[in-house]
């Protein structure tokens, strides 16, 4: 089933790089997101992510999702990552982690992807249940 829920990053916590950090470009960030529609509720990531001079980048993150679809409420953990060209365009996609649901998500399995929505961004989820 699909379900779409807009989202608000409501927390932005930028990991400190060390002097040694062979890859200090590449930044971490711990990111929290609220989330309205189908499902309602909050989430928080752990994110990999890197811009180039010219605004194009890439990222990856581990994201656990806790809410509330329809009756079913619990946390499940998604793993994304997505590209953007220099205007800000590219695709994000991701996987339900197998075995991370819990309550209510106990058994989900499926896929996201992040859209552009009437309300700025969206998750689109397409879940299945056991």
Known sequence: MQFRSSFTITGWEPAEADKTDEIADIARARIRKSFTGDLEGTSV????????????????????????????????????????????????????????????????????????SPDGKSFLFDLTFE
């Open 45 to 116: 990531a752990n994110a990999i992510l890197y811009q180039t001079p010219v605004q194009s980048g890439g990222y990856a993150a581990l994201e656990r999702i806790t809410g509330k679809i329809d009756d079913r409420e619990g946390t499940f953990v998604v793993q994304h990552s997505g590209i953007r060209d220099a205007a800000g365009e590219g695709p994000a996609y991701g996987d339900v982690v197998p075995g991370s649901g819990t309550g209510g998500f106990g058994g989900v399995a499926g896929t996201m992807r992040i859209e552009e």
